[in-house]
Nanobody, 131 residues
């Protein structure tokens, strides 16, 4: 069972918006609720081998960081009462086309985080932005 489940991906024209959601597939992750973890968002563009950092939000929801490429257009949020996290994407560009993944991690948090070492991953949701 994949620990996290992303939803909300789809096809959108350039300049449009999408909101991705992330939830735990079970009631807990390693015996703890999703609200216990820092949430990260990564993406992997078609043909790319590496997953790129997009944004992250602390377990409290008080602090977030973004990649320069999405700063001012994307916003990470969370609702700890519902054990869910979100990635609001606005002014989408064709170069935003990618599979988007959410992660949960109990330790790694900062202005940028690396894919390696994340505690839990989702299967990803595809976002396609047409020009």
């Amino acid at each position: 069972q994949v620990p996290l489940v992303e939803s909300g991906g789809g096809f959108v024209q350039a300049g449009g918006s999408l909101r991705l959601s992330c939830a735990a597939s079970g009631r807990t992750l390693g015996g703890r609720p999703l609200s216990y973890y820092h949430i990260g968002w990564f993406r992997q563009a078609p043909g790319e081998e590496e997953r790129e950092f997009v944004g992250t939000i602390s377990w409290t929801g008080n602090t977030s960081h973004y990649a320069d490429s999405v700063q001012g257009r994307f916003k990470v949020s969370r609702d700890n009462t519902k054990n869910m996290a979100f990635l609001q994407m606005t002014n989408l560009k064709p170069e935003d086309t990618a599979v988007y993944y959410c992660t949960a991690d109990s330790h790694h948090f900062g202005p940028t985080i690396a894919p390696a070492g994340m505690d839990y991953w989702g299967r990803g949701t595809l976002v396609t932005v047409s020009s």
